[in-house]
């Protein structure tokens, strides 16, 4: 997970590998997930899996970053608030913007996040 996230600040900005790493071990810390730093894709949750994707967006230089359809993405994800907490964790200074069908509308009922018709 860790090079994976790394390899996002190697190639477009071409920090030195230890140096990407470094920064992709202080956002998996910000969320208490160092410790899948070394593990492989097939040893990580829906959710662990979700947070390295967030994570390598947020090392692009892009300002705005969309996530769609994030009940598709996790299993088991009952709440918007986890990931709105997880953005929250990582300090982001980017646009964030989470999408999701109508199909999902139940999820968002008397949330922060409720769709509006």
């Known amino acids: 997970m ?15 590998t230890l140096q990407a790493q470094e920064e992709a071990k202080e956002a998996l ?8 730093a070394f593990y492989r894709l097939n040893q990580c949750s829906s959710y662990e899996i979700f947070c390295v994707c967030l994570i ?29 907490s997880t953005i929250e964790r990582l300090e982001v200074k980017k646009n964030i913007l989470i999408l999701d069908t109508i199909s999902n509308e139940t999820h968002y009922k008397e949330s922060s996040c409720n769709i509006v018709k």
């Open 2 to 16: 860790l090079e994976n996230i790394a390899l996002i600040k190697e190639v477009h900005e071409h920090l030195p």
């Open 29 to 36: 810390k910000k969320i208490d997930l160092q410790n899948i």
């Open 56 to 84: 390598r967006a947020l090392m692009t230089k892009e300002m705005n970053v969309i996530i769609v359809s994030p009940f598709h993405l996790i299993d088991n994800l009952r709440d918007i608030q986890t990931i709105v």
